[in-house]
């Protein structure tokens, strides 16, 4: 497996496998690996010729300076995973190599960015789509594969894609849960042990939804879901939002060929946990 810091090693390893015509499929990640993310590359491997990873903790992505200081990072044991999965080339840029001046350009995607996320986290989706965009431009992928536990950066990247002609087809792929439903994610370990249990809550808010959506209006599904957060004191609600999973309108009435997704986001101790569920009428 090939390691790549800096921006020129990584145009000559590039070069190499265009060179040789390989189908290259590309997988982002701020590190601190998890199954979650080895889902996206064991799809990866599958579909393509050569897997790339790239490891960032990506700065100007970040609201909240505790978030940045406090995201975990683990590049022995992630190293040590891509190897075991077959990963071929690890991009591992310094804030320095990626941002040598300060990034000033600004993202906007219109109303998309404005809802869930962008509500509690303004600015997140510039970050994201300028460093997106950046990986795209020096790894020239084939294939880059997301996760739709950030529904809404996937649909972000999606909208890039296609506005802005990025040769590049962007795949979605599934939630990846642990046993009791949690959604994995990089920041589980910062989960107090005393929060753990009721971090399992989230999953089952989105499931109590789930099975009343048909039966209930979007008034009385969330009455019924601040009812179910009240007595998990340390569960702060951001949102839970019922939206059409395509554009992340909010939808007033739910209709046959609809495909829903319920989005929630909640603060557990110092934590930030974002999950949802997919739901095609
Ligand atoms: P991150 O390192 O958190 O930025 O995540 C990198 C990629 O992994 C993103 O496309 C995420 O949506 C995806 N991902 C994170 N957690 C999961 C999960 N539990 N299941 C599937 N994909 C995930």
């Known amino acids: 497996m090939q390691i790549c810091k800096t921006l020129t090693e990584l ?7 265009k060179n ?3 189908k290259i499929g590309f997988v982002p990640t701020m590190g601190a690996l ?10 990866c491997k599958q579909e393509c010729d050569v897997t790339v990873a790239s490891i960032f903790v990506n700065p100007i992505q970040f609201t909240n300076a505790e978030d940045l200081t ?6 022995t044991q992630d190293l040590q995973m891509l190897e075991a999965i077959g990963c071929n080339l690890v991009f591992m840029p310094s804030v320095v190599e990626m941002y040598p001046t300060p990034a000033d350009i600004k993202i906007y995607f219109g109303t998309i960015e404005e809802k869930l996320e962008g509500k509690f986290r303004p600015g997140h989706f510039s970050g994201v789509g300028i460093v997106v965009s950046k990986l795209f431009h020096l790894i020239a992928p084939d294939v880059a594969y997301f996760g739709q536990k950030d529904l809404q950066q996937y649909l972000i990247i999606k909208m890039m894609v296609e506005q802005l002609s990025f040769a590049v087809k962007v795949v979605c792929c599934d ?3 642990e046993p009791d439903g949690l959604a994995m994610s990089s920041r589980n370990v910062r989960i107090a042990q ?9 999953y089952k808010s989105l499931l109590l939804a789930q099975s009343i959506l048909l039966s209930h209006s979007i008034h009385e599904i969330k009455k019924s879901i601040e009812q179910f957060y009240y007595p998990h004191s340390a569960l702060k609600l951001e949102y839970f939002e019922i939206v059409d999973a ?3 309108e909010d939808i007033s009435n739910i ?3 609809q495909s829903v997704a319920i989005c929630v986001a909640c603060q557990l101790g110092n934590v930030r946990l974002i999950d949802n569920l997919v739901v095609n009428i």
């Open 11 to 17: 145009k000559q390893a590039i070069d190499v496998l």
């Open 34 to 43: 998890h199954q979650g993310h080895l889902s996206l590359y064991h799809r």
């Open 70 to 75: 406090q995201y975990p990072r683990n590049e």
């Open 175 to 177: 939630i990846q849960r």
């Open 20 to 22: 040789n015509r390989k």
């Open 246 to 248: 395509d554009t992340l």
């Open 255 to 257: 209709g046959i060929n």
């Open 194 to 202: 005393q929060h753990r249990d009721d971090a399992t809550s989230i």
